[in-house]
């Protein structure tokens, strides 16, 4: 007799409509760009990863980057799914011109082709301005996004990445 009968109690068959997965158009946006943001994020760890003589901080990070955000690639792309939405297409570089950070095919090439410690220069600085990015579009999606999870995963990137600038601004000096 416990309340669990009444309509509305949260436990009724409409949970699915519930506010975990209400969402806006801006929650698509967010979540759907931030999948691409992130996965050119992963392939730029993965060319410094790839290369020789890289500074072993410069690794430690890139590594730290590939693993902190494909499980959040995956939650985005779920949501969208769940959501009845389009899910990323295409590479992640077919976005280098819509701002956000996003490095262009030239940029992606830069890093390809540097080594050593120009390499871990031009990651740090690119990685920045990538994190920057990520940043405001994390920031737009906390003050105009309806889905509670997707606000709190925006929250989550503003403040790992913020985190993450700093420690590559202090790296960048260490070069």
């Not at 409509?17 to 943001?37: C, E, K, L, Y």
């Not at 009845?84 to 262009?104: H, I, K, L, N, P």
């Not at 003050?143 to 709190?152: E, F, Q, S, T």
Request: glycine share 10%; net charge negative.
């Amino acid at each position: 007799m416990g309340g669990m009968d009444h309509p509305g109690s949260g436990m009724s068959s409409t949970a699915p409509a519930g506010s975990s997965s209400s969402h806006n158009p801006q929650d698509v946006s967010f979540a759907r760009g931030m999948a691409m943001h992130h996965q050119q994020a992963i392939e730029m760890a993965e060319i410094i990863l790839g290369k020789q003589g890289v500074n072993t901080k410069v690794r430690t990070l890139a590594t730290e980057i590939k693993g902190a955000q494909q499980p959040e690639i995956e939650q985005m792309t779920g949501w969208l799914k769940s959501w009845g939405e389009q899910t990323v297409t295409g590479s992640a570089s077919d976005m280098g011109s819509m701002g956000g950070g996003m490095m262009s095919q030239d940029d992606m090439d830069a890093l390809d082709s540097a080594s050593g410690t120009k390499a871990s220069a031009l990651f740090l600085t690119q990685m920045t301005a990538h994190h920057k990015g990520a940043i405001e579009m994390a920031r737009t999606e906390v003050a105009k996004g309806k889905n509670v999870d997707a606000v709190a995963l925006a929250k989550k990137i503003i403040a790992d990445q913020t985190t993450q600038i700093t420690q590559m601004q202090d790296l960048r000096t260490q070069l």
